[in-house]
């Protein structure tokens, strides 16, 4: 009798851990994981030590936050961005200390929106994922909205997609395939087929003003207004949208299961694994407002100095656009898919390169464009031939290289020579007259 209890029992502790295990993994998304591989446990021995017990609070929820992450030494660079501003130590070092800034502070907010998961439920988890997962690119688009810089938006955002799919794919693929020569490297090709459809349809709907324009500009059709091309992306940015939402209730709902990361432990892991939040309800909302604030300061501040940047260094807009800027504010994002390449864990890698890549086209874009139609700003989808055509061929190449289900090395090099490509024909751009804020048909057409 005794030993049938003590099984029961023991079943129904196993039990509750599996519970607990999968309410721990419901929440948790790739991009929540790649930004966990850079946090690391912090030691509160010296907060204890703090004679008033009233403060231990409030200094251990500070340490947490700031000190949590391998990248706290990044942190300096947000003050003195701020000195920077109002010592006027010149245009070009607040540029780029604002762009160090944004690293730690993209790296934090993911950590915050994941600790408010814990209260919130595997669902909302996912919407604030998907709401804060690109904040730092929707903050700078906006900024660049109210300043009438629609070059900086579309070069800005189809640099963060191209340097998904290229640069951070590539880079993983690379370095993972190399770490890994006697092993196989599978990942699961549903979630990649699916991210690919949506990447597809956003070149679709970012082609169709370009195609329109140049139809007409060679009198082979006519429009009935001159607005066509902006009523047209305005269209199509609605659908997108709806797009997206569908995908999210794919993602979230009926079909959970395919972007759950599968591996999450590994006993070679240094990984700071949590099993229940670090942070209230509360604070995590605070400083998570906190951090949204301390994000759009500093993106004002990249957006106001870019065209000094572009001058001191002598390189077009385009250029630190489409390339610098997407790298350095990504970067912890993008560190995070190249260490689970290394562990071979590539599900996790796509889930971070291509959901991100799909979170911009299919969500944070046409949600420029319809923030700049309620502000009064002409903003379409047409991102111009040279930028059309190189977005074509990342996602064509991306979709070749994601269709057997297993990767190597060589298909991680592939990748970054094809970035490279791309970079070096922004690198020879030279900034044009134009602005490039006029954006209607009948401005454009030739």
């Given at each position: 009798?005794?030993?049938?209890?003590?099984?029961?029992?023991a079943?129904?502790?196993?039990?509750?851990?599996?519970?607990?295990?999968?309410?721990?993994?419901?929440h948790?998304?790739?991009?929540?994981?790649?930004s966990?591989?850079?946090?690391?446990?912090?030691?509160?021995?010296?907060?204890?030590?703090?004679?008033?017990?009233?403060?231990?609070?409030?200094?251990?929820?500070?340490?947490?936050?700031?000190?949590?992450?391998?990248?706290?030494v990044?942190?300096?660079?947000?003050?003195?961005?701020?000195?920077?501003?109002?010592?006027?130590?010149?245009?070009?070092w607040?540029?780029?200390?604002?762009?160090?800034?944004?690293?730690?502070?993209?790296?934090?907010?993911?950590?915050?929106?994941?600790?408010?998961?814990?209260?919130?439920?595997?669902?909302?988890?996912?919407?604030l994922?998907?709401?804060?997962g690109?904040?730092?690119?929707?903050?700078?688009?906006?900024?660049?909205?109210?300043e009438g810089?629609?070059?900086?938006?579309?070069?800005s955002?189809?640099?963060?997609?191209?340097?998904?799919?290229l640069?951070?794919?590539?880079t993983?693929?690379?370095?993972?395939?190399?770490?890994?020569?006697?092993?196989?490297?599978?990942?699961?090709?549903?979630?990649?087929d699916?991210?690919?459809?949506?990447?597809?349809?956003?070149l679709?709907?970012?082609?169709?003003p370009?195609?329109l324009?140049?139809a007409?500009?060679?009198?082979?059709?006519?429009?009935?207004?001159?607005?066509?091309?902006?009523?047209?992306?305005?269209?199509?940015?609605?659908?997108?949208?709806?797009?997206?939402?569908?995908?999210?209730?794919?993602?979230?709902?009926?079909?959970?299961?395919?972007?759950?990361?599968?591996?999450?432990?590994?006993?070679?892991?240094?990984?700071?694994?949590?099993?229940?939040?670090?942070?209230?309800?509360?604070?995590?909302?605070?400083?998570?407002?906190?951090m949204?604030?301390?994000?759009?300061?500093?993106?004002?501040?990249?957006?106001?100095t870019i065209?000094?940047?572009?001058?001191?260094?002598?390189?077009?807009?385009?250029?630190?656009?489409?390339?610098?800027?997407?790298?350095?504010?990504?970067?912890?994002?993008?560190?995070?898919?190249?260490i689970?390449?290394?562990?071979?864990?590539?599900d996790?890698?796509?889930?971070?390169?291509?959901?991100?890549?799909?979170?911009?086209?299919?969500?944070?874009?046409?949600?420029?464009?319809?923030?700049?139609?309620?502000?009064g700003?002409?903003?379409d989808?047409d991102?111009?031939l040279?930028?059309?055509?190189?977005?074509?061929?990342?996602?064509?190449?991306?979709?070749?290289?994601?269709?057997?289900?297993?990767?190597?090395?060589l298909?991680?090099?592939?990748?970054?020579?094809?970035?490279a490509?791309?970079?070096?024909c922004?690198?020879?751009?030279?900034?044009?007259?134009?602005?490039?804020?006029?954006?209607?048909?009948?401005?454009?057409s030739?």
């Amino acid at each position: 009798m005794d030993s049938s209890a003590a099984a029961a029992a023991a079943l129904l502790e196993a039990g509750d851990g599996h519970a607990k295990e999968l309410r721990h993994l419901g929440h948790r998304t790739a991009h929540s994981m790649s930004s966990s591989s850079l946090r690391k446990k912090s030691d509160t021995s010296l907060v204890r030590k703090v004679p008033f017990a009233a403060l231990r609070p409030f200094l251990s929820t500070l340490q947490e936050v700031l000190l949590g992450t391998r990248l706290f030494v990044l942190f300096p660079a947000v003050g003195l961005a701020v000195l920077a501003r109002y010592m006027h130590f010149g245009q070009v070092w607040l540029f780029v200390l604002s762009l160090i800034g944004l690293i730690p502070l993209a790296e934090r907010l993911s950590f915050l929106t994941e600790q408010i998961a814990y209260y919130t439920g595997p669902t909302v988890g996912g919407l604030l994922n998907a709401t804060f997962g690109n904040v730092t690119e929707v903050i700078i688009a906006l900024f660049a909205l109210s300043e009438g810089k629609i070059t900086v938006v579309k070069c800005s955002l189809l640099g963060s997609i191209l340097s998904n799919l290229l640069l951070v794919l590539g880079t993983s693929l690379f370095f993972g395939g190399i770490a890994n020569l006697g092993s196989e490297q599978p990942y699961d090709k549903k979630q990649a087929d699916v991210s690919t459809g949506l990447l597809i349809l956003g070149l679709l709907c970012n082609s169709m003003p370009l195609m329109l324009r140049y139809a007409v500009s060679a009198g082979e059709h006519a429009v009935s207004s001159e607005d066509a091309g902006l009523m047209l992306s305005r269209a199509c940015s609605v659908v997108m949208i709806l797009a997206y939402a569908a995908y999210l209730y794919f993602q979230l709902k009926t079909h959970r299961q395919l972007f759950e990361p599968q591996e999450v432990e590994d006993d070679a892991d240094d990984l700071v694994s949590e099993d229940e939040p670090v942070l209230g309800f509360s604070c995590a909302m605070i400083w998570l407002a906190v951090m949204t604030v301390m994000t759009a300061v500093l993106s004002e501040y990249v957006v106001s100095t870019i065209e000094a940047a572009s001058k001191s260094w002598e390189l077009s807009v385009s250029f630190i656009s489409v390339i610098l800027i997407p790298i350095v504010g990504n970067a912890a994002e993008h560190a995070g898919a190249v260490i689970f390449a290394f562990k071979n864990k590539l599900d996790i890698t796509l889930g971070v390169s291509l959901g991100s890549a799909t979170q911009i086209s299919m969500f944070v874009v046409p949600l420029s464009v319809i923030v700049a139609w309620i502000m009064g700003v002409p903003m379409d989808l047409d991102l111009n031939l040279l930028e059309t055509g190189s977005l074509f061929l990342a996602i064509l190449m991306t979709s070749f290289t994601l269709q057997d289900g297993s990767s190597h090395y060589l298909k991680g090099l592939f990748l970054l020579l094809c970035y490279a490509v791309i970079g070096a024909c922004f690198f020879v751009l030279k900034q044009s007259s134009s602005d490039g804020n006029n954006l209607n048909l009948s401005s454009r057409s030739a």
